[in-house]
């Protein structure tokens, strides 16, 4: 069905024909404009204070961080990480530049595996497009070097996010993705914390519908 059978049927639903010239111009100038609603004090912090409240958010909703100084420390960071929660070093990494270039060899225990996770794989390693300090989220667009199964299938998904990637609010995280990506991708994840699910019972389940545990390792600049 095309966008404007779609469409149509809603008219026809609402009673209502095509919407008027002049409505339309409003329409669309406020679509190009994308105007600002209400934004939180706290995401107008400065910008040390903007990655302190989002490391504070990440582990309010069950998730960790881990802070270094640069790329060179992201395969020590990852290996301690997984070594403290008694996980394999199998990791399927994103087939991103910015994970491309990282030293890995320098732990040669790491197994390395670029491209899409398969439901076999435990580790998933994700390059981090954007993240917002005022809830602890990440924004993972999709791309071919950023795949979303990345962010779905592996039980404990690993994210690397350079520092100067966080933003206060969201409205800033979609400035970025509309000035970098030239329009939106098929897919955005906004990931706030490991999947979790209290349906049953109101049981607080972590894994209900992806990763059980989110860790950020998040690069300085």
Known sequence: MTREAILGGI??????GPLP????????????????????????LPHPQQVDLFVRNVEKEFGS??????????????????????????????????LQGIPWSVRPMLDI???????????????????????G???????PERPTTLNLLADTAIVVLRASR???????????????MGGMPRNVMLVTGPSRSADIEQTL???????????????GD
Do not use: C, K
């Open 205 to 219: 389940e972590l894994g209900a519908h992806g990763p059980r545990r989110l860790h950020v390792v998040l690069v």
């Open 11 to 16: 008219r026809r639903g609402l009673r209502r």
């Open 65 to 98: 961080v881990t802070r270094v100084a640069d790329f060179a420390g992201v395969p020590e960071a990852i290996a301690d990480y997984l070594a403290a929660h008694n996980l394999p070093s199998s990791l399927i990494v994103a087939p991103h530049p910015e």
């Open 21 to 44: 010239e002049d409505q339309q111009a409003m329409l669309r100038g406020r679509l190009e404009r994308h105007p600002r609603h209400l934004i939180p004090a706290r995401s107008r």
């Open 166 to 180: 966080l933003v206060g609010a969201y409205e800033e995280a979609w400035d970025l993705l509309r000035a970098e």
């Open 137 to 143: 989220t990440l924004m993972l667009p999709s791309a």
């Open 113 to 135: 595996r670029e491209g899409r996770a398969q439901a076999s794989d435990m580790v998933s390693v994700q390059q981090g497009f954007a993240a917002i300090a005022e809830t």
